[in-house]
């Protein structure tokens, strides 16, 4: 229930988004336990269907599930930008009160749903589920868990690898994060670095239903570094300060050459570790125009300032369509 200052009172309304990519033959089960997780709460609710360019036809299935349940709605990107694009393209769209983020492939139970929506209304505007026991690979577990540990490190916030993007979110925050137009994106940095009063709580994460996961070690290797780089400078920092600390170290190794030539006299040989070190300082010098050159490509990308996706299709526009035909 949502009240004005004048003390007329509404229902509220929740917004379910939900990127889609490759799981077409989950979207009937997922759309049927949301119509019934929300028939037990008394809000009104809308369903975003976000078609990432799904290989697998899901827009076709999209727009069946949106003639079978007004409530549905769906969004169909021109190409695939990219799941945290996806979430961006859905909340720019939504209309709720509340804002749910979810995957597709039922990992997230939409019979959670009505726990985060209780937490939240406890005076809370980010409720993020925690996924306890995690029922995904030990490669992906282990990576998310390293992700955090170094993005923690770096950025000096405090991170739980047990959350992703599962949760609810209030109207306030969501505008925020809509505010927030960056090419590189990473939708549960961004909730948490807004710092709105936030809370996690337990939930069940059930097994991928269908499809299997499209974050390759590659892609994580790259999610990762656009997370760390879009939300610190710390890395220019640490190498400047490993920088300084390579020199002082040779600036003292000269010194004791010195020495050993003029007051000990003896003679300086070793042109294996002349190669060596000269081959390690270049190294390190190609390392850090690499960390420079990431931060002056993130500034590139920025200073184009492309759209963050495009629309082919709505479901909108289909009913329009079917309302002149008629």
């Keep these: ?119 939240a209304l406890e005076g809370y505007d980010v409720v993020f589920g925690r996924r306890v026991q995690r029922h995904d690979g030990l490669l992906k577990k282990a990576s998310s868990k390293l992700f955090y540990r170094v993005y923690d490190y770096i950025t000096g916030h405090t991170s739980d690898h047990t959350v992703a993007n599962f949760s609810i979110n209030s109207k306030k925050v969501v505008e925020g994060f809509k505010s927030m137009r960056e090419q590189s994106r990473f939708f549960p940095l961004f909730i948490q670095w807004m710092g709105y009063p936030s809370v996690s709580i337990e939930v069940e994460h059930n097994e991928r239903k269908a499809g299997k996961s499209s974050y390759n070690i590659k892609k994580l290797v790259r999610l990762a570094t656009d997370g760390i780089i879009s939300q610190s400078n710390k890395p220019l920092r640490l190498s400047i300060q490993f920088g300084f600390f390579i020199a002082s170290i040779s600036f003292l190794y000269g010194l004791y050459l010195f020495f050993r030539y003029f007051f000990l006299a003896e003679p300086v040989q070793g042109w294996t570790s002349v190669m060596v070190s000269i081959y390690f300082i270049g190294g390190l010098m190609f390392c850090n125009l690499g960390i420079l050159g990431l931060y002056i490509g993130k500034v590139f990308n920025e200073a184009k300032d492309r759209p963050l996706y495009l629309i082919r299709d709505t479901t909108e526009n289909k009913s329009g369509e079917r309302r002149l035909k008629t």
């Design 1 to 119: 229930m949502v009240c004005e200052p004048m003390g007329k009172c509404s229902i509220a309304m929740i917004s379910v988004v939900i990127p889609v990519y490759g799981c077409k033959t989950c979207l009937d089960e997922l759309s049927s336990r949301l119509a019934s997780t929300f028939a037990t709460i008394p809000v009104d609710y809308e369903i975003i269907f976000v078609n990432d360019a799904s290989p697998d036809g899901a827009w076709m299935k999209i727009s069946e599930l949106h003639e079978k349940n007004p409530h549905i709605k769906g969004i169909d990107l021109a190409r695939n930008f990219g799941q945290h694009h996806a979430i961006t393209a859905g909340l720019d769209h939504a209309k709720g009160d509340w804002v749910v983020v979810m995957d597709c492939d039922l990992q997230d139970r939409p019979e959670e749903i009505p726990k985060l929506y209780e937490k």
